[in-house]
């Protein structure tokens, strides 16, 4: 069972800044992309950002210029820096890895960390 242990939600105020911190195992990012998707309940889970582990990086038009994603090879850990927040980034953030099998593949997912701007 891989897990991806996301942490760093919590309450902030419209126009604040938050990080969220993903952590997973060493051999998750050697070869397929990780990324952030958020939910909120009763619609359908929207991917914020990804990263591949070339350093590339991808954001939904929602947060593209307030959002940054990175990866600490060292540490295995994925982030996801939230600046500029507005209320309508209320949202349990979902960590997420793929996996390649015959190609890459969203396959591994965290529980969510809540993030509620007011």
């Known amino acids: 069972h891989v897990q991806l242990v996301e942490s760093g939600g919590g309450s902030v105020q419209a126009g604040g800044s938050l990080r969220l911190s993903c952590t997973h195992p060493?051999?998750?990012?050697?070869?397929?992309?990780m990324g952030w998707y958020r939910q909120v309940p009763g619609t359908e889970r929207e991917l914020v950002s990804t990263i591949r582990p070339d350093g590339t990086t991808t954001y939904s038009d929602s947060v593209k210029g307030r959002f940054i994603i990175s990866h600490d090879n060292d540490k295995n850990t994925l982030y996801l820096q939230m600046n500029d927040v507005k209320t309508e980034d209320t949202a349990n953030y979902i960590c997420a890895a793929q996996r390649r099998l015959l190609s890459c593949a969203w396959y591994y997912w965290g529980q969510g960390t809540q993030v509620t701007v007011s």
């Open positions: 060493s051999y998750v990012f050697r070869k397929c992309p």
